[in-house]
């Protein structure tokens, strides 16, 4: 079973940075993929960045150039550093992890933490 806990939402301004992480634990296959996902509402969950095991990383094309994924591979967190926010970015962040190679598609992501809200005003 594996276990999400995520931290670091809250409100800001826009153009201004937040930094969100996510401490995993009880999951040991040598191949998963953990990631961020965003839902506002009344919208469709979506991909915001993704990392495998092997260090491959996928972003979303809405939040290139402004968040920077980090994961720590014996520490077992992920993190999301988000700058230059936007009030369409305002949303329930949630971190999930998978098995295998890196991708952004939720259908593939069977562990979700709780989610930390981000909001942002312009």
């Known amino acids: 079973q594996v276990h999400l806990v995520e931290s670091g939402g809250g409100s800001v301004q826009s153009g201004g940075s937040l930094r969100l992480s996510c401490a995993a634990s009880?999951?040991?296959?040598?191949?998963?993929?953990m990631a961020w996902f965003r839902q506002a509402p009344g919208k469709e969950r979506e991909g915001v960045a993704a990392?495998?095991?092997?260090?491959?990383?996928r972003y979303a094309d809405s939040v290139k150039e402004r968040f920077t994924l980090s994961h720590d591979k014996v520490e077992r967190t992920l993190s999301l550093q988000m700058s230059s926010l936007k009030p369409e970015d305002t949303a329930k962040y949630y971190c999930?992890?998978?098995?295998?190679?890196?991708?952004?598609?939720?259908?593939?992501?069977?562990?979700w933490g709780q989610g930390t809200q981000v909001t942002v005003s312009s």
């Open positions: 009880g999951y040991t296959f040598p191949s998963y993929c």
């Open positions: 999930a992890h998978a098995m295998g190679p890196v991708t952004t598609r939720h259908v593939d992501y069977g562990y």
């Open positions: 990392v495998d095991n092997d260090g491959q990383m």
